[in-house]
């Protein structure tokens, strides 16, 4: 945090319409927004390093009718899940709603949620890239 000098970043998130997975929407989109403004505080020379050292992303995972799903707006198994690019987690929250879940489904959404994260990461890194190319144009 000592790179950030003697700036503060905030983010605040609102989700305004989603059928479900609004706080792992709001993770994932804040680390962009992040991302984004550290690389804009860089080139304005505002900060001389930029402080991130990982990317985040997070998905919420449930289960339903036994098989591990993304983003569902109601799971009999529901849980979100935030985990870094280096694979560590930053949260796990889940809890059943509709009747409890055994050891091997928990594995079966936690390999799912890593499914999924790495393409969010993926796609964090393209936008990002993106963004990094027409800030240096």
């Known amino acids: 945090m000592s790179k950030l000098g003697e700036n503060t970043v905030w983010l605040d998130c609102n989700v305004l319409q989603a059928d479900g997975g609004t706080r792992t929407t709001a993770i994932t989109g804040a680390y962009v927004a992040l991302a984004d ?11 001389e390093q930029n402080p991130l050292t990982q990317a985040l992303a997070a998905v919420s995972v449930g289960i339903v009718h036994g098989k591990a799903l993304l983003d569902l707006d109601y799971a009999e198994v529901d849980m979100n899940v935030a985990m870094t690019s280096a694979g ?4 796990l929250q889940g809890s ?3 009747g409890t879940f055994t050891r091997p489904q928990l594995d079966k959404m936690l390999r799912a949620a890593y499914k999924g994260i790495r393409q969010l990461l993926s796609r964090q890194q393209t936008a990002l890239a993106k963004t990094l190319r027409r800030k240096t144009k």
């Open 96 to 98: 059943a709603e509709g």
């Open 37 to 47: 403004a550290l690389i804009w505080a860089r080139k304005q020379r505002l900060i």
């Open 88 to 91: 560590a987690f930053v949260e």
